[in-house]
Each structure stands twice: as structure tokens, then as C-alpha cells.
């Protein structure tokens, strides 16, 4: 039942759903790479490769069965994998030219760099036909799927984004209210501490849970053009005035004692920095959605009893950046190549308009325990049954549906190597151990590599 980042991304390949709520879906037993379902292409078919892992891997092997069994003279033929496997292969595939027609993947840096080898197709002119699929999906869904002002996938699944959970309990022991404003965390920090309770938790050891820290003081601070700045490969862009400004802002809520001590030990995989936060010993946690369903298993009546409370970032006083702005997994994306034959193309979005994100998939996806990238998934939301499921449910629809930006994680959207250096670039200025320009200048070091 509980659920870390890396089972997450690994059931969804590197995006992520949001949360098992009365059961969490594990993986199941992976299919042989190379399995198949819904037959055989024929000459003007086209081939899918998508992962293995339940709920997913049922919803979009029946999203297949359906194209197949309407088009059985252009059917689909679907390749499963499991999660390592599929990457492995599929950058190999693309790289020769021999990639599928349907391309599943994450957007951001990995779909960039298809769009840099000119292994993916210009979907904007095509999309900008399809007016009631494009109007359906939530707008900031489309920040990872553009490359240059074009977009090159059309997003679909799940959305996941970045929360600030928090304990009522901890906060009627110092008689506050939850913060509306980064001035306000700052200010609880002391109130906190003073009555034992450790403000935040944290897994810092873990890494990226630092990060999401960034990207929300990023985005508040500067607005979303910082990082897309970043993304764009702009040179010495993360020494922007507003991302220095962020980063000290940063080690000032460190030196602050705003983190549980000992947090740079502490793992998120183990889900440690939930149970800190379910037990009464921390106050609040930024994290993903995908922890609602753990603590819910394991926090005893933390969530069934009504003592966990969440809210989107708070804003920064005097920051550029819209309040509505989130941060996290903004769905997973479906890109066709460029190799394809016209036909094959032509079959793929037949599917991409008609089946990725049809009414039954919608459903399904929200029976699951996760919000769909589309805004009729707040109509089903009613079959919900379970009062703090069909709440949280719908915090995390209005928090992707009303953003205006919905940035992809920052280990997502850069390339591997730029990625690796952050993280461990991020950990050091979690310890204290450099300073916001070394660190901007560690990174401005790697912008577009």
C-alpha cells in the first residue's frame, strides 16, 4: 500500500499517478519484453510500445482493444516492457530510425532531444485541428510536450503535482493557521520548534525531495520564465537574480532549523518523512501527491480521522510568479516519429484523437485513484465514495486543471547529466556546503548538455 517516488515512477516509467487511495495498485507481474497485444499491424497500422504495471498497463491495453476492434483493417500492435527495459530500448530504437510510430514518454528533456535529432513529428498544426481534444486537456499540460514553441506530443494519463501537506493537529498545539505566504512559513518556523515539533519534514538524503523546494521558490520568486530559461538552454540562466534569490531564501529557511534535524540522513524511499510527519513530529511536508495513499495506510486515522491538511505552495511576497502555478508530473506524453510511413502516421493519430483519452479511459483512470489530464474527469469525481478520497481527489483536479503553469520535475525535464549534476549540486546546498553562486555557477556549466 505504500508508495515511494521510485515505485511510482517506475509503475508509470518516469511520470507518475496519484495515489492509490482505498487500494493502491502495485506492479504486477511483468509481461516478457516483446509481448503483444490487439494483433498484428498491417501495412497502414502502426506499433505502440508502452510498460508493463498495474492499473496502468490494463487501462492502456483496453485503450488498444478498443482502437483494434473499430479500425480492424489498420489495427495497432502494442509492445509491453517493463520500466529499465523500455528505456533501454526505446532510446536505442529511436536512435536508429527504428523507433515505434506511437512513442510513450515522459516529454521535457527526453522528448527535446528527439525533437534535436528530428526523430519526432511537429504535432502543432495537426493539434490545432483536433479543437475539442486540445480544449479537453488541462492547458499547463502542455509546457512538457512543447520544444521551441512547437508541440511534439500530445499529453494524456495521469497528473501528479507537488503539495504542502500539513498536520492540523501540530498547528492547533502553537494556535496557527496554515501558511498563506512564504513571510508566514518563516515566522512559524520558531513557533514550532519551540513546542518539539519539527516544522518540516524531509528525506534529504534522497535528493530530490530537496529539489521540489526549488522549483516552487523558482516559480514564486522569479515565475515561470526562470526555469524555462533553463530548459531553453539560455546561457548563465541560473544566475538569474530571481533563482539566486531563491537559493538563499533556500538556505535561510535551512539555517532557520526549518528542517527535522538529521534530514540529510533521512531517505524518502523508506517513507520515513511521512511517518515524521503522520506521528506528530513534524508539522508540514512538501511532496508529492503520490504519498496521500501511504499515509492513509499507514498513519493509523491521521487521514481517515481528518488531520491531514494540504494547500498548494504559498505565494513569496513581492514574487512575479502566479500563485496558481504548480510543479511536479504533469502527465505522460504520446509523440509519433517521424520515420513512420504516411499511413502508419495516419493510424497513430486516429488513435492519439480517439482513444487515449476517451470517456472510458477518463473513467477508468479516475477509478484507480488518480486524476486524468482532462477536464471532464471532475464529472466523474461523484463515484467516488469515500468523503476524504473524493476531497483530495478534487484538490488535485482543481490544482492541476486551474494552473497556469504546471512545471515538469527539474530531474525530468534536463538531460540525464544535467540532472545528475543539480541533484548532487542541490545536496550540497541542503548541507550548507556552498553557496547560492557556486552553485549557479556548478549549473550554468552544464545548461544544454
Known amino acids: 500500500m505504500t508508495t515511494s517516488r521510485r515505485t511510482f515512477l ?28 490487439g494483433g498484428g499491424a498491417t501495412g497502414s497500422g502502426a506499433t505502440y510500445w508502452s510498460l508493463t504495471g498495474q492499473p496502468q498497463q490494463a487501462i492502456r491495453e483496453a485503450q488498444v482493444k478498443r482502437f483494434n476492434d473499430a479500425n480492424p483493417n489498420t489495427k495497432i500492435k502494442q509492445t509491453e516492457f517493463q520500466n529499465d527495459a523500455f528505456k533501454q530500448k526505446i532510446k536505442t530504437a529511436i536512435g536508429a530510425g527504428q523507433g515505434p510510430t506511437l512513442i510513450w514518454g515522459w516529454g521535457g528533456g527526453g522528448l527535446k532531444s528527439y525533437v534535436e535529432a528530428g526523430q519526432v513529428e511537429d504535432l502543432t498544426e495537426w493539434l490545432g485541428q483536433q479543437t475539442e481534444l486540445k480544449n479537453s486537456i488541462f492547458p499547463s499540460a502542455f509546457t512538457a ?29 502553537i494556535g496557527a493557521e496554515p501558511p498563506q505566504s512564504w513571510g508566514d512559513i518563516m515566522d512559524l518556523v520558531p513557533k514550532f520548534n519551540d513546542k518539539g515539533i519539527a516544522p518540516f519534514s524531509l528525506g534529504g538524503q534522497s535528493r530530490w525531495t530537496n529539489m521540489m523546494w526549488l522549483e516552487f521558490l523558482f516559480d514564486r520568486i522569479g515565475g515561470s520564465e526562470v526555469f524555462q530559461n533553463i530548459f531553453d538552454g539560455q546561457a548563465n540562466a541560473w544566475s538569474d537574480p530571481s533563482a539566486l534569490k531563491a537559493l538563499e531564501e533556500m538556505q535561510k529557511l535551512i539555517n532557520a532549523k526549518g528542517f527535522i534535524k538529521g534530514f540529510s540522513s533521512i531517505t524518502a524511499d523508506s517513507n520515513a518523512d511521512q511517518a515524521l510527519l503522520y506521528t506528530g513530529k513534524a508539522a508540514m511536508m512538501l511532496h508529492g501527491a503520490w504519498t496521500y495513499g501511504g499515509m492513509k495506510a499507514d498513519g493509523k486515522d491521521f487521514v481517515t480521522g481528518g488531520h491531514l491538511g494540504y494547500m498548494n505552495f504559498p505565494p513569496v511576497d513581492g514574487g512575479k510568479g502566479d500563485p496558481s502555478d504548480t510543479v511536479g508530473n504533469p502527465g505522460q506524453y504520446m509523440s509519433i516519429s517521424s520515420k513512420a510511413s504516411q499511413a502508419e502516421k495516419d493510424t497513430a493519430k486516429k488513435f492519439i484523437a480517439n482513444n487515449t483519452l476517451d470517456d472510458a479511459t477518463v473513467d477508468a483512470w479516475v477509478k484507480s485513484g488518480n486524476i486524468p489530464v482532462v477536464k471532464s474527469a471532475k464529472d466523474k469525481l461523484s463515484s467516488i465514495t469515500d468523503k476524504n478520497d473524493a476531497e483530495w481527489l478534487k484538490f488535485v483536479y482543481d490544482t492541476a486543471a486551474n494552473a497556469k503553469n504546471f512545471a515538469q520535475s527539474w530531474d525530468q525535464a534536463l538531460s540525464p547529466t544535467a540532472a545528475e549534476t543539480l541533484l548532487d549540486n542541490i545536496a550540497k546546498l541542503f548541507q550548507l556546503s556552498i553557496s547560492p553562486q557556486q552553485f549557479a555557477s556548478s549549473m550554468n556549466a552544464v545548461i544544454g548538455k
Open 10 to 37: 517506475t509503475l508509470v516509467g518516469g511520470g507518475a499517478v496519484a495515489a492509490g487511495l482505498a487500494a493502491c495498485g502495485g506492479t504486477s507481474g511483468p509481461k516478457s519484453s516483446g509481448s503483444s497485444t
Open 145 to 173: 510536450a512543447t520544444v521551441n514553441g512547437k508541440i511534439y506530443a500530445v499529453p494524456g494519463e495521469t497528473v501528479t503535482p507537488i503539495v504542502l501537506f500539513y498536520d492540523k493537529r501540530a498547528f492547533e498545539k
